[in-house]
Protein backbone atom coordinates (compact mmCIF):
# COMPACT_ATOMS: atom_id res chain seq x y z
CA UNK A 1 0.00 0.00 0.00
CA UNK A 2 1.29 3.62 0.04
CA UNK A 3 1.63 5.92 2.86
CA UNK A 4 2.60 9.56 3.52
CA UNK A 5 3.47 11.38 6.53
CA UNK A 6 3.65 15.07 7.15
CA UNK A 7 3.18 16.88 10.32
CA UNK A 8 0.20 18.11 11.65
CA UNK A 9 0.88 21.56 12.22
CA UNK A 10 3.36 24.44 11.14
CA UNK A 11 3.27 27.78 12.70
CA UNK A 12 4.86 30.74 11.28
CA UNK A 13 4.95 34.60 11.32
CA UNK A 14 3.50 36.69 8.08
CA UNK A 15 6.25 37.20 5.67
CA UNK A 16 8.31 34.24 6.80
CA UNK A 17 9.01 31.49 4.66
CA UNK A 18 7.99 27.73 5.71
CA UNK A 19 8.64 24.27 4.49
CA UNK A 20 6.28 21.42 4.88
CA UNK A 21 7.77 17.87 4.24
CA UNK A 22 6.25 14.91 3.01
CA UNK A 23 7.66 11.48 3.17
CA UNK A 24 6.21 8.50 1.19
CA UNK A 25 5.76 5.17 0.93
CA UNK A 26 4.70 3.50 -2.14
CA UNK A 27 5.73 0.17 -4.07
CA UNK A 28 5.21 2.47 -7.75
CA UNK A 29 6.05 6.35 -8.03
CA UNK A 30 4.45 8.09 -10.29
CA UNK A 31 4.39 11.64 -8.91
CA UNK A 32 4.03 14.14 -5.69
CA UNK A 33 1.67 16.88 -6.06
CA UNK A 34 0.44 19.50 -3.34
CA UNK A 35 -3.01 20.34 -2.47
CA UNK A 36 -3.98 23.47 -0.83
CA UNK A 37 -7.27 23.42 1.34
CA UNK A 38 -9.10 26.51 3.20
CA UNK A 39 -11.39 25.94 6.34
CA UNK A 40 -14.51 24.65 4.52
CA UNK A 41 -13.32 24.66 1.16
CA UNK A 42 -12.37 22.81 -1.83
CA UNK A 43 -8.64 21.51 -2.07
CA UNK A 44 -6.78 23.69 -4.77
CA UNK A 45 -3.93 21.78 -6.86
CA UNK A 46 -0.73 23.87 -6.74
CA UNK A 47 2.30 21.80 -7.76
CA UNK A 48 3.18 18.20 -9.35
CA UNK A 49 6.74 16.80 -9.64
CA UNK A 50 7.69 13.88 -11.25
CA UNK A 51 11.11 14.15 -11.54
CA UNK A 52 13.68 15.43 -9.29
CA UNK A 53 14.56 19.01 -8.17
CA UNK A 54 12.56 22.24 -7.71
CA UNK A 55 9.20 23.45 -9.43
CA UNK A 56 8.45 26.95 -8.75
CA UNK A 57 5.48 28.51 -9.13
CA UNK A 58 5.60 32.16 -7.74
CA UNK A 59 5.65 32.53 -3.93
CA UNK A 60 4.96 28.34 -3.64
CA UNK A 61 8.06 26.03 -4.30
CA UNK A 62 7.81 22.33 -4.69
CA UNK A 63 10.78 19.97 -4.39
CA UNK A 64 11.10 15.94 -4.79
CA UNK A 65 14.03 13.35 -4.48
CA UNK A 66 13.07 10.18 -5.41
CA UNK A 67 15.72 8.33 -3.89
CA UNK A 68 14.76 9.65 -0.55
CA UNK A 69 10.97 9.34 -0.79
CA UNK A 70 10.86 12.73 -0.05
CA UNK A 71 9.28 15.81 -0.54
CA UNK A 72 8.50 19.46 0.69
CA UNK A 73 6.18 22.48 -0.11
CA UNK A 74 8.16 26.08 0.27
CA UNK A 75 6.54 28.91 0.74
CA UNK A 76 8.12 32.30 0.76
CA UNK A 77 6.65 35.42 1.84
CA UNK A 78 3.93 33.97 4.33
CA UNK A 79 0.95 35.73 4.10
CA UNK A 80 -2.32 35.23 5.95
CA UNK A 81 -4.38 34.03 3.64
CA UNK A 82 -2.12 31.02 3.12
CA UNK A 83 -3.53 29.85 6.62
CA UNK A 84 -5.00 26.44 5.74
CA UNK A 85 -4.03 22.70 5.02
CA UNK A 86 -1.81 21.85 2.97
CA UNK A 87 -1.88 17.76 1.80
CA UNK A 88 0.79 16.16 -0.57
CA UNK A 89 -0.23 13.00 -2.43
CA UNK A 90 0.81 10.66 -4.51
CA UNK A 91 -0.55 8.42 -7.26
CA UNK A 92 -1.50 4.60 -6.47
CA UNK A 93 0.72 1.80 -7.84
CA UNK A 94 -3.02 0.09 -7.59
CA UNK A 95 -4.41 2.47 -9.97
CA UNK A 96 -3.54 4.31 -12.61
CA UNK A 97 -5.61 7.61 -11.87
CA UNK A 98 -6.25 7.61 -7.87
CA UNK A 99 -4.44 9.95 -5.42
CA UNK A 100 -3.28 8.97 -1.91
CA UNK A 101 -3.42 11.94 0.07
CA UNK A 102 -1.91 12.51 3.22
CA UNK A 103 -3.29 13.39 6.40
CA UNK A 104 -2.30 17.48 5.80
CA UNK A 105 -0.50 19.91 7.70
CA UNK A 106 -2.54 22.84 9.31
CA UNK A 107 -0.66 26.08 8.91
CA UNK A 108 -0.93 28.78 11.11
CA UNK A 109 0.05 32.33 9.47
CA UNK A 110 0.45 34.73 12.50
CA UNK A 111 0.76 38.47 12.24
CA UNK B 1 -16.13 27.36 -17.29
CA UNK B 2 -17.60 27.55 -13.93
CA UNK B 3 -15.59 24.92 -12.25
CA UNK B 4 -17.05 21.49 -10.65
CA UNK B 5 -20.28 22.08 -9.50
CA UNK B 6 -21.64 19.84 -6.35
CA UNK B 7 -25.17 19.43 -5.35
CA UNK B 8 -26.82 19.67 -2.69
CA UNK B 9 -23.60 21.05 -0.58
CA UNK B 10 -25.49 20.10 2.54
CA UNK B 11 -27.76 16.72 3.12
CA UNK B 12 -28.67 15.63 6.77
CA UNK B 13 -30.78 12.23 6.57
CA UNK B 14 -31.73 9.20 9.06
CA UNK B 15 -30.36 5.81 9.02
CA UNK B 16 -31.33 3.69 6.60
CA UNK B 17 -32.07 6.39 4.36
CA UNK B 18 -30.87 6.50 0.80
CA UNK B 19 -28.87 9.65 -0.64
CA UNK B 20 -27.95 10.39 -4.27
CA UNK B 21 -25.63 13.06 -4.77
CA UNK B 22 -24.58 15.08 -8.50
CA UNK B 23 -21.62 16.93 -9.57
CA UNK B 24 -21.40 18.49 -13.10
CA UNK B 25 -17.60 18.52 -13.87
CA UNK B 26 -15.85 21.23 -15.85
CA UNK B 27 -16.79 20.20 -19.44
CA UNK B 28 -14.17 19.75 -20.99
CA UNK B 29 -12.61 16.99 -18.23
CA UNK B 30 -13.16 13.81 -19.14
CA UNK B 31 -11.99 12.20 -15.98
CA UNK B 32 -14.33 12.74 -12.98
CA UNK B 33 -12.97 10.95 -9.43
CA UNK B 34 -15.22 11.11 -6.25
CA UNK B 35 -13.05 11.27 -2.63
CA UNK B 36 -14.65 11.35 1.00
CA UNK B 37 -13.18 12.90 3.22
CA UNK B 38 -13.33 13.38 7.07
CA UNK B 39 -12.42 16.10 9.72
CA UNK B 40 -8.75 16.36 9.78
CA UNK B 41 -7.71 13.17 7.03
CA UNK B 42 -7.03 13.84 3.91
CA UNK B 43 -9.27 13.49 0.89
CA UNK B 44 -9.91 9.11 0.51
CA UNK B 45 -10.09 8.01 -2.92
CA UNK B 46 -13.77 5.93 -3.86
CA UNK B 47 -13.72 5.76 -7.73
CA UNK B 48 -12.60 7.13 -10.85
CA UNK B 49 -14.28 7.70 -14.39
CA UNK B 50 -12.79 7.91 -17.85
CA UNK B 51 -15.61 9.36 -19.91
CA UNK B 52 -18.79 7.38 -19.46
CA UNK B 53 -16.62 4.07 -18.14
CA UNK B 54 -16.18 3.49 -14.48
CA UNK B 55 -12.44 2.67 -14.44
CA UNK B 56 -11.30 2.64 -10.96
CA UNK B 57 -13.41 1.53 -7.34
CA UNK B 58 -11.53 1.42 -4.11
CA UNK B 59 -11.82 -1.47 -1.93
CA UNK B 60 -13.16 0.57 0.41
CA UNK B 61 -16.68 1.32 -1.28
CA UNK B 62 -19.19 -0.99 0.00
CA UNK B 63 -21.75 -1.95 -2.11
CA UNK B 64 -23.96 0.13 -0.64
CA UNK B 65 -22.17 2.59 -2.97
CA UNK B 66 -22.77 3.17 -6.70
CA UNK B 67 -21.79 5.79 -8.76
CA UNK B 68 -22.59 6.25 -12.37
CA UNK B 69 -21.96 8.80 -15.40
CA UNK B 70 -23.95 8.45 -18.29
CA UNK B 71 -22.76 10.14 -21.49
CA UNK B 72 -19.65 10.82 -19.90
CA UNK B 73 -20.72 14.47 -18.42
CA UNK B 74 -22.23 14.47 -14.99
CA UNK B 75 -21.76 11.88 -12.60
CA UNK B 76 -24.39 10.88 -9.96
CA UNK B 77 -22.92 9.42 -6.38
CA UNK B 78 -25.80 7.30 -4.56
CA UNK B 79 -25.33 5.70 -0.69
CA UNK B 80 -27.90 3.04 0.12
CA UNK B 81 -29.02 2.45 3.89
CA UNK B 82 -26.72 4.80 5.38
CA UNK B 83 -24.75 4.58 8.30
CA UNK B 84 -23.46 6.76 10.68
CA UNK B 85 -20.08 5.92 9.45
CA UNK B 86 -20.79 7.34 6.36
CA UNK B 87 -21.10 11.10 7.63
CA UNK B 88 -18.53 12.93 5.77
CA UNK B 89 -17.46 15.80 3.08
CA UNK B 90 -18.03 14.23 -0.74
CA UNK B 91 -16.00 15.43 -2.99
CA UNK B 92 -16.01 15.14 -6.40
CA UNK B 93 -13.12 16.34 -8.94
CA UNK B 94 -12.65 16.71 -12.71
CA UNK B 95 -9.02 16.81 -14.79
CA UNK B 96 -7.98 16.43 -18.48
CA UNK B 97 -5.63 13.72 -19.85
CA UNK B 98 -2.15 14.11 -18.74
CA UNK B 99 0.15 13.56 -15.26
CA UNK B 100 0.27 17.23 -14.90
CA UNK B 101 -2.63 18.66 -14.03
CA UNK B 102 -3.95 18.55 -11.31
CA UNK B 103 -7.43 17.93 -10.18
CA UNK B 104 -9.99 20.66 -9.66
CA UNK B 105 -12.29 20.05 -6.59
CA UNK B 106 -15.80 20.79 -5.86
CA UNK B 107 -16.63 22.50 -2.98
CA UNK B 108 -18.64 19.52 -1.85
CA UNK B 109 -21.69 17.75 -0.55
CA UNK B 110 -21.40 17.46 3.48
CA UNK B 111 -23.83 14.18 4.42
CA UNK B 112 -24.59 14.06 8.17
CA UNK B 113 -26.31 11.04 9.11
CA UNK B 114 -28.68 10.92 12.13
Known amino acids: GQSLEQPSEVTAVEGAIVQINCTYQTSGFYGLSWYQQHDGGAPTFLSY????GLEETGRFSSFLSRSDSYGYLLLQELQMKDSASYFC????????????FGSGTQLTVLP | DTGVSQDPRHKITKRGQNVTFRCDPI?????LYWYRQTLGQGPEFLTY????????KSRLLSDRFSAERPKGSFSTLEIQRTEQGDSAMYLCASSPAGDTYGYTFGSGTRLTVV
Open chain 1, 49 to 52: NALD
Open chain 2, 27 to 31: SEHNR
Open chain 2, 49 to 56: FQNEAQLE
Open chain 1, 89 to 100: AVRSPRGARQLT
